[in-house]
Structure formats: structure tokens, C-alpha cells
């Protein structure tokens, strides 16, 4: 299975770093950009894509949609046209302004597709994003996208969120995220061989996602007005959030599993762990953790970094999942997939709690590991058709 950690590889999420995939109108009615009409020719692939508004706070032409990543049939960053056609980006887009002018308002999609492309699709919401295009480390032009959980950056104040996906010969795999920062309820469908619906927010659900991270005295630093919620990492870093947030609960499980054994199961078998000294040892050939830091949990990185391996990356998901919903001390079996037993502990990720509660289906991608048990708001098609995105109701 492609996950989103391993077909967005190339997707970096920092600020003034080249990012490969980081005024209220009236109030408007619902409608959709049909984007079914283009022909294979306009790109290889060509999968229809349509954007439907229900915001109920935005009009069609307060909206712009930006899909920008790289060109799988090339190789280069690109950006598509409204009329669904790659364009590697160039330095010579930016304008007076300094910025590369990518945006397609709403009303103006009909006819787009998305061609073979690992990349995303940005949505703007009263506002224009903010995209440079500069020169990466081999000397090649790349988009530098905007960071949402930097405060005061170029378009910070800019409702925007996206849809990552990977669109190739072998299918379509895409996710909404809030990995990073949330601003905007998205929900994809994905029509192929089988129809496949997530990341519909319930009715009321962003609303009761700010009031719920607002009113928590901990992770209410991380809640910038009506505008976003930026993820724990992006906090801990911007000296928003507690660095030590997590030190309580992972003193208690190398405290727990040095006199007891944890078994996590993945594809290629199951391994068998223990604490030594300051480091979870396994068996099987999988490499020993470092006791993580709180920035290790909530970026799974550091200590939990997965690699590509087959072997110690998926222990190492499995180990950044079980952490962020808090279940090791309630299970030594990993990992658990009963979501009645996740963030029960008061030392949790409850900014990604939040989003499982308030969505239909209770997926979301709260964290890089959220695919661990197929909790993400992520579907896949190895024959799509076409792919129906929504902004729904504030």
C-alpha cells in the first residue's frame, strides 16, 4: 500500500524552503465547478476533477485553487492550468510582487483534470496564497508554498488548506491533512472501481473543533482567532506549546516495557521489543528507539523516523501511533484498532482527537502516522474516474 508518508516523499512542509511537494463576501450559494470534460489529450492521465463550494461564507470568486507539485511524467515541479496542462514552474513567473501568480478562481475550472502529478491542490479562501518560485539545491527553479502555521508570514491571514495526493498510472491516492495546521473542512470523494467518500466534517464540526482545542488549557496556545489551528510540532517550535508535553507519559512506558515485552505486528511479521537501558530493543533485525522527545511524537520523526525499509519504518509508525493516541500502557499488542481506547490517557494528542470526533466517517489525518490502522482520511483507486472535492459548511 502507498501511504502518504512514502508517495508524498518528495512534499517538505518548511517555511522559506522550496516546498516539493509547507474580506467576507455575501453569503453565496452551493455550486460546483464540473470539471469532467477534458479530454485525454490534455494531459497524460487526465482524471476530472471537480471543487464544490458549500463554505456558506464564500463566494465562487473568493475562492482560487493552486495545483502545484511535481510532474511525474517529467520530472519537474509544475503547476496546471485551468485547463488541466502541466507547466514546469519558471523564476520568471513571479511577478512585480515577488510572487507566482497560480491561482484559478472557482468559476473558471470547468474543463481542468489532474494529470500525473505527486503534488496538491491548494484552496484559497478570500485571499490570495502566496507561491515564490526560487532556485532549489541542484540548481533547478522550485515553488516555495506557504507555511499556514507561521505567524506573519506572506498570506498568513489567507483561509487556506489543501488535498495531497499522487496521481499515476497505477491510480489516484490522495488525503485531506491536518498533519500541519487546519483552516478549512474538506471532504474528498474518489469514484473508480469502487466509490469511496472521507474527511467530510460533521455539521457544526469546525466549530466544535476550535471551541473544543479553545476551551483545553494546554493546546488552546495553538488557536490563531477563527483563522487556523497550527498542529503541536509547528507550536512546540514556534515556543507556542510545552517541549516537555509528552516527557510524563514516556517515562512511564520505558518505565513499564523494561520489565515487560511489547509485540508489534506489521506486514513483514511480528517483533518483539523491550527497554534497555534508554533504548526499546527489538528482535527480528529491527533497529533500537532512542527515547523520543515530545517533538519526536508529534512530528514522528527524530527517534520515531520511519524509513522506506519494510522492517524498522513500520515499527517505527506503529510506535508514533500508539504515542500520539496514548494507548501503550493500555496495550502491549501493537497496534490497537479500536479507536474507543485512543487518547484516553491525559497525556495525548488531542489536537488530532478532536478532528477524529467531529468527522463523519472518523478518519482524519491528524498526525504523519494516522495511517497506522487506516485511522487517515485517505482513499486510494487503482482505476479512478474522477475526483469530487468539497469545501463543506463552516
Known amino acids: 500500500m502507498i501511504d502518504r508518508r512514502h508517495f508524498l516523499g518528495g512534499i517538505s512542509a518548511a517555511a522559506g524552503a522550496p516546498l516539493l511537494l509547507g474580506t467576507l463576501g455575501c453569503a453565496p450559494r452551493a455550486s460546483t465547478a464540473d470539471l469532467s470534460s477534458s479530454s485525454a489529450t490534455a494531459n497524460p492521465g487526465a482524471l476530472p476533477v471537480s471543487v464544490r463550494n458549500e463554505t456558506g461564507r464564500f463566494s465562487d470568486g473568493e475562492i482560487l485553487a493552486y495545483v502545484i507539485g511535481t510532474d511525474l511524467t517529467t520530472g519537474r515541479y509544475s503547476r496546471v492550468d485551468a485547463n488541466g496542462v502541466p507547466h514546469p514552474v519558471s523564476l520568471d513567473d513571479n511577478g512585480d510582487d515577488g510572487y507566482a501568480d497560480y491561482g484559478i478562481p472557482l468559476p473558471d475550472l470547468a474543463g481542468m483534470t489532474l494529470p500525473y502529478m505527486s503534488g ?7 485571499g490570495r496564497l502566496h507561491i515564490r518560485i526560487v532556485v532549489d539545491g541542484d540548481g533547478a527553479p522550485a515553488p516555495q ?10 498570506g498568513f491571514d489567507v483561509l487556506h488548506d489543501t488535498v495531497e495526493f499522487t496521481h499515476n498510472d497505477a491510480g489516484m491516492f490522495c488525503n ?5 495546521q487546519f483552516s478549512v473542512p474538506i471532504g474528498i470523494r474518489l469514484v473508480g472501481d469502487a466509490d469511496q467518500t472521507t474527511g467530510t ?8 473543533v476550535f471551541r473544543a482545542l479553545s476551551a483545553d488549557p494546554v493546546f488552546s496556545s495553538l488557536v490563531y482567532d477563527d483563522l487556523r489551528i497550527i498542529s503541536p510540532g ?4 514556534a515556543g507556542l506549546f510545552p517541549a516537555d508535553f509528552y516527557d510524563p507519559y514516556i517515562d512511564r512506558v520505558w518505565s513499564h516495557y523494561a520489565g515487560t515485552d511489547l509485540t508489534v505486528t506489521t506486514n513483514a511479521g511480528t517483533f518483539t521489543g523491550r527497554v534497555q537501558g534508554d533504548r526499546f530493543v527489538f528482535d527480528g533485525g529491527v533497529r533500537a528507539f532512542d527515547r523520543p522527545s515530545t517533538r519526536d511524537v508529534f512530528f514522528c520523526d527524530g527517534a520515531l523516523n520511519a524509513p522506506n525499509d519494510g522492517i524498522g519504518g513500520p515499527v517505527a509508525a506503529i510506535l508514533g501511533a500508539a504515542l500520539n493516541r496514548s494507548t501503550l500502557l493500555t496495550s502491549a499488542s501493537q ?6 481506547g485512543f487518547y484516553r490517557d491525559e497525556v495525548a494528542n488531542r489536537y488530532a482527537a478532536v478532528f477524529h470526533e467531529n468527522t463523519v466517517d472518523g478518519r482524519a489525518y491528524g498526525f504523519a502516522f494516522d495511517d497506522v490502522a487506516d485511522f487517515a482520511s485517505y482513499i486510494q483507486d487503482h482505476g479512478p474516474q474522477r475526483l469530487e472535492v468539497t469545501l463543506t459548511a463552516f
Do not use: N
Open 201 to 208: 466534517f460533521r455539521p457544526g464540526g469546525r466549530e466544535a
Open 145 to 154: 508554498l506557504p507555511a499556514g502555521w507561521v505567524e506573519g508570514s506572506p
Open 176 to 180: 485531506t491533512s491536518m498533519v500541519d
Open 335 to 340: 497496534p490497537t484498532a479500536d479507536p474507543a
Open 120 to 126: 496538491r491542490i491548494y484552496l484559497a479562501l478570500g
Open 234 to 237: 509547528h507550536g512546540l517550535d
